[in-house]
């Protein structure tokens, strides 16, 4: 074989190379049919020689019998069952139906969905659920108190049968005697109530300079314990009161520094001290109060001119 033929056959195999994946997914498949498909023939007395097999004849012939009488068995659903002798379906004093014979009443034919066993299980279990639910909202309205050392605890129950969350802790007070089991909303509010209002006067009663701040405290929290009306009415006015007290304090302090401005705060505060209604007694203080302190900026306001205020 010389060079030119084996150049000729090197390249006639290079052109007859194998087709890439790209063109290959480009081709379409015909999906191949037979020529002559198969088709059985037609067996026309197939339907004479079928036969279907025995519904009961994997059950022995005394259980075989009864499931017999009961498919056979014809029930009339319009035709309420009666009871101590009544007419049957056709109202000529027939018996109603009973189960096939030699079978005790309740035995035989139909049965109950759920076992005598399992729907007592289930009623049982939905009562203690009520009895949950129910132990649970009654303890919501129960509270309880505790003495722990010198501190008195009220607890309040929540949603559960056992469940306490504890809403107050007053030091130095003391359980009455003999203590309860559980208490009334009342009853633990009312202890509550009287051991912050006791502070507050406590407090304002001091021979050194209140603690207004701290009386206020006591009061604001005597006010979340406050259940009647008259509870809620003495908490306010001695709120107003601390208030009251609070601005005049404010108005003396301003005043002090004697300048513009010290005495525009200060007529403020009296103003808002005005509104709050204190007594007849009071009012007129806060009046005499007003006025001096309107005479000394007008004072001012006269001395300093257009040179500002005085420092």
């Known amino acids: ?31 191949w049919k037979p020529e002559n498909p198969y088709a059985p023939r037609p067996d026309t007395n197939a339907d004479k020689k ?83 639910i129910g132990a649970s909202i009654k303890n919501m309205d129960n509270f309880y108190i505790r003495q722990t050392g010198s501190v008195l605890e009220i607890w309040k129950g929540d949603f559960s049968p056992g469940g306490r969350e504890k809403i107050a ?54 006010k979340q314990f406050a259940l009647t009306e008259d509870q809620k009415k003495l908490v306010s006015e001695r709120l107003n009161r601390i208030e009251f007290l609070t601005l005049l304090y404010r108005a003396d302090v301003a005043a002090e520094k004697q300048t513009r401005q010290g005495y525009k705060t200060s007529l403020e505060s009296l103003e808002q001290a005005k509104e709050l209604g204190p007594p007849d007694q009071d009012m007129q203080m806060v009046e005499q109060r007003i006025n001096r302190i309107r005479g000394k900026l007008e ?12 420092k």
């Open 169 to 222: 802790a007053l030091p130095g007070a003391k359980a009455p005697e003999p203590i309860k089991d559980e208490y009334s909303r009342q009853e633990a509010f009312a202890l509550a109530f009287d051991y912050y209002i006791k502070k507050a006067e406590s407090m304002a009663e001091a021979e050194q300079l209140p603690d207004l701040n701290a009386i206020r405290d006591r009061l604001e929290k005597a």
């Open 299 to 310: 004072k001012l306001q006269e001395e300093s001119g257009d040179k500002g205020d005085r």
């Open 50 to 132: 079928y036969t279907s097999p025995e519904l009961t004849g994997d059950y022995d012939p005394a259980d075989a019998e009864k499931i017999r009488a009961l498919l056979f068995k014809k029930f009339d659903l319009k035709a309420p069952e009666q009871t101590g002798g009544g007419k049957g379906p056709g109202g000529k004093g027939e018996e109603p139906p009973g189960p096939p014979s030699g079978e005790p009443p309740g035995k035989g034919g139909e049965e109950l969905p759920l076992s005598r066993g399992m729907l007592g299980g289930i009623i049982a279990v939905a009562l203690v659920f009520a009895l949950l």
């Open 1 to 31: 074989m010389g060079k030119n033929s084996l150049t000729k056959s090197t390249r006639g195999k290079k052109a007859s190379k194998k087709p890439g994946l790209k063109s290959l997914r480009s081709k379409k498949f015909e999906t």
